[in-house]
C-alpha cells in the first residue's frame, strides 16, 4: 500500500464538491467587483523567491535542481510571479488593473491542523492605483467573498493597521531606518511569543528591548480613529516633518475607513495595531481578518506593496491585495455547517431496452450537448425496474423509451408526475 504524502490531501468526489462550491462562490464575487483571473506556472526558479525573501526561504520550500541545473521550487505563494507578469508587460497593461486568482501552492512545513504542504489560497490584487479606495475596495471584495458564504459579522472582523505610521513612531521613538523592518517583524510576534523573548531580540539590534516594548505596546491598545489621533498628538516632537507627516496618514486612515463605513462595512471593521504583517515588503496599509469568538484563527491577510514589482528590476507600480488559504476557511464553514450536502443528481435518467436503445442513446447526446446531464445503465440487459431504482438514487427526472415510439415517458421523480413529450421536443422541454 502506497498512501498519500504527509500534509498532501486527497480530495474524493464529496471533498472535491466543497472545494469546487468554495472556488465558484469566490470566482463569482471578484467578477461581481470586476476583477479577471489569471494563473502562472506552478514550477518556478528558486531565485524568484529568495529575491523576495531571502536565502532563508530556501528551507521552508519543496525545492531542487532541475535536469537543466536550474534551482527551481514549487510555487508557495503567487505575489512574487503576479509582480513579475505585471512588471515584464508594464508598458501593455491597461491599469488600473484588477486580477484574481485560485491556485495550489506548497511549502515544506510540519502539517497540523489549519496549516498543510499542499493548499489553495485565492488572491486579489489591484495594480497601479495608489489612492486608499484601492484599499477599500480589496477589503469589500474579501468580505464579500465571506459573506456569500454565509458568514456574518457576528463571525469575523478586519483588523486594520499602517505600516507607514508604525514607521513614523518608529520615527519619532528615534530608532534608525535600517531597524525598522526588523522590529516590525519583531512585533509582528508578539502576541506569540513570551515578552522576555521579544526585549531579548530588541536588545540584540542595539535598542533598549524593555523601553521599546513598553512603548509599542502602548500604540498596540489603540483601536479608534479618536484615540490614534490623541496618541500621536500626546508625544511631543520637534520634528516638523514627520507632524506633517503624521497629520497626512492619519488623513488617509480617516479616508479608508470612512469609504468602508459608506459602504456599509462599518461593523467589519477594527482599527488595531497589533497588526503589522511581518513581511517586509508591505509599504502602507495592512490588514488580517480574523474569527470574532472561539479559535479567533486568522482567515485572510494582506495590505499595500508599491515596491515590491520594482525590487524584481521592473518600474515602480502601486499595489496592494489579500490572500485567503482554502484549509482555515473550510474548517470555519463545515464548523457552522455552513458547507452544501454532497447529493450528486443529473437532470434526466434514461431506462431503456435493446431494441430502443439507439433512439434514447442519440437523444441523450443531443441533450447533453443542449447541457442537460444525463445518464442511464452501462450494464446491458438490467430490467426495468432496476434500472428505475437507479434512477431515483440519481436524477431529477426519468425518460422511459419503447421499442418504435417517437414519444417517451417522463416522470418528475419528486413531483411523481408523468408527461408524454415527443423526442424531438425533448431538448426545449428541459430548456424552459
Known amino acids: 500500500m502506497i498512501d498519500a504524502l504527509p500534509g498532501f490531501r486527497e480530495f474524493y468526489p464529496e471533498d472535491c464538491y ?43 520550500l519543496f525545492n531542487f535542481v532541475d535536469r537543466g541545473g536550474r534551482a527551481v521550487a514549487l510555487r508557495p505563494e503567487m505575489t512574487p510571479a503576479v509582480a513579475r507578469m505585471i512588471g515584464s508587460k508594464t508598458s501593455t497593461l491597461k491599469r488600473p488593473l484588477r486580477w484574481f486568482c485560485v491556485e495550489e501552492n506548497f511549502r515544506y512545513e510540519r502539517p497540523q491542523k489549519g496549516r498543510l504542504r499542499s493548499f489553495y489560497q485565492f488572491n486579489a490584487d489591484i ?41 513614523i513612531l518608529l520615527k519619532i521613538y528615534d530608532i534608525r531606518e535600517n531597524l525598522a523592518a526588523e522590529i516590525l517583524c519583531i512585533v509582528d510576534k508578539i502576541e506569540r511569543e513570551n515578552p522576555t523573548e521579544i526585549v531579548n531580540q530588541f536588545d540584540n539590534l542595539g535598542v533598549d528591548g524593555a523601553s521599546l516594548l513598553a512603548k509599542i505596546q502602548a500604540f498596540r491598545t489603540v483601536h479608534s480613529r479618536d484615540d490614534l489621533k490623541n496618541f500621536f498628538n500626546s508625544l511631543f516632537t520637534e520634528k516638523s516633518d514627520l507632524r506633517g507627516e503624521i497629520t497626512q496618514r492619519l488623513e488617509q486612515m480617516d479616508a479608508l475607513v470612512t469609504s468602508l463605513e459608506s459602504t456599509g462595512l462599518g461593523d467589519f471593521v477594527t482599527i488595531d ?20 469568538s472561539g479559535k479567533s484563527r486568522a482567515m485572510a491577510g494582506g495590505g499595500r506593496y508599491d515596491d515590491l514589482i520594482e525590487k524584481f528590476g521592473y518600474p515602480k507600480t502601486a499595489a496592494v491585495g489579500f490572500a485567503i488559504g482554502d484549509v482555515i476557511l473550510t ?58 431504482k437507479q434512477a431515483l438514487q440519481q436524477a431529477d427526472w426519468v425518460a422511459t423509451y419503447r421499442e418504435g415510439e417517437e414519444t417517451v415517458t417522463l416522470r418528475n421523480i419528486a413531483q411523481r408526475k408523468d408527461y408524454a413529450i415527443s423526442r424531438a421536443e425533448l431538448v426545449s422541454f428541459f430548456q424552459q
Open 127 to 167: 495594480f497601479d492605483e495608489s489612492a486608499a479606495s484601492a484599499e477599500a475596495e480589496v477589503i469589500a471584495l474579501a468580505v464579500a467573498i465571506f459573506q456569500s458564504l454565509g458568514l456574518s459579522a457576528a463571525d469575523f472582523h478586519v483588523r486594520l493597521s499602517d505600516r507607514q505610521l508604525w514607521s
Open 273 to 292: 495595531f497589533s497588526i503589522v504583517r511581518g513581511l517586509a515588503y508591505y509599504t502602507g496599509f495592512v490588514f488580517e481578518f480574523f474569527e470574532r
Open 331 to 388: 474548517n470555519i464553514l463545515q464548523e457552522r455547517s455552513l458547507l452544501p450536502a454532497f447529493e450528486p443528481r443529473c437532470n434526466l435518467y434514461m431506462i431503456f431496452g435493446e431494441a430502443s436503445g439507439p433512439a434514447a442513446l442519440y437523444d441523450a447526446h443531443r441533450l447533453r450537448l443542449a447541457g442537460i446531464s444525463v445518464t442511464y445503465a452501462l450494464k446491458a440487459g438490467m430490467a426495468p425496474n432496476k434500472q428505475f
Open 18 to 60: 466543497v472545494r469546487n462550491f468554495i472556488f465558484e462562490k469566490v470566482r463569482k464575487m471578484c467578477r461581481c467587483f470586476g476583477f479577471v483571473e489569471y494563473d502562472s506556472p506552478i514550477l518556478e526558479p528558486l531565485e524568484l523567491y529568495t529575491e523576495k525573501s531571502g536565502e532563508e526561504i530556501a528551507k521552508q
